[in-house]
T-cell receptor
Framework: AQSVTQLDSQVPVFEEAPVELRCNYS??????LFWYVQYPNQGLQLLLK??????LVKGINGFEAEFNKSQTSFHLRKPSVHISDTAEYFC???????????FGGGTRVLVKP | DTEVTQTPKHLVMGMTNKKSLKCEQH?????MYWYKQKAKKPPELMFV???????INESVPSRFSPECPNSSLLNLHLHALQPEDSALYLC???????????????FGPGTRLLVL
């Protein structure tokens, strides 16, 4: 079985500062990796995904993530955050052969002016 | 268009009521999912339908009854719920294709359920 650990439950950050959200996973088989964002009182929106190829993945809203197989990590970054980036961020993995997502515990990002 | 719609947005029900949640997608996806999300927690998978057939039931109590009447619609029938069932119920869909690399789940906005 696979598992996902998001190392920070909360990340406060000032507006226009960079942010990095950490995600580590464990799995005995090949997986695909995803980041979702959940704004207050909304559903989940796909930010980006890693399926194969280049390990640096660019997503929506200026986010990017880097897949590191040796460290089993998929950290999410944004060079300059906005107030509107205040949300909960979930890292998720899916076995290559399946369709079931396993989510991390989430990281709450609070952007301060 | 990657839209999944859910109705109603909010629902309040008593423990003896029967109600239904509805989910719809028009992306031609053949896999649909129900998740339950409690406050400050990640979504928990409840059911998966693949090609209108139930393929995964994560040991969900029988007071939750899913139904997939066609490839675009997914319902969740609720009966005799408990207050601890209060949560955000999320629907998702994915392509359901043989090439699993292309499988990406797209989520609806959710139905916020309160059981009194």
């Amino acid at each position: 079985a696979q598992s996902v650990t998001q190392l920070d439950s909360q990340v406060p950050v000032f507006e226009e500062a960079p942010v990095e959200l950490r995600c580590n996973y464990s799995s005995s088989v090949s997986v695909y990796l995803f980041w979702y964002v959940q704004y207050p009182n909304q559903g989940l929106q796909l930010l980006l995904k890693y399926l194969s190829g280049s390990t640096l993945v660019k997503g929506i809203n200026g986010f990017e993530a880097e897949f590191n197989k040796s460290q089993t990590s998929f950290h999410l970054r944004k060079p300059s955050v906005h107030i509107s980036d205040t949300a909960e961020y979930f890292c998720a993995v899916r076995k290559a052969a399946g369709n079931k997502l396993t989510f991390g515990g989430g990281t709450r990002v609070l952007v301060k002016p | 268009d990657t839209e999944v719609t859910q109705t109603p947005k909010h629902l309040v029900m008593g423990m003896t009521n029967k109600k239904s949640l509805k989910c719809e997608q028009h992306m031609g996806h053949r896999a649909m999912y129900w998740y339950k999300q409690k406050a400050k927690k990640p979504p928990e998978l409840m059911f998966v339908y693949s090609y209108e057939k139930l393929s995964i039931n994560e040991s969900v109590p029988s007071r939750f009854s899913p139904e997939c009447p066609n490839s675009s619609l997914l319902n969740l029938h609720l009966h005799a719920l408990q207050p601890e069932d209060s949560a955000l119920y999320l629907c998702a869909s994915s392509q359901g294709v043989r090439d699993r690399a292309q499988e990406t789940q797209y989520f609806g906005p959710g139905t916020r359920l309160l059981v009194l």
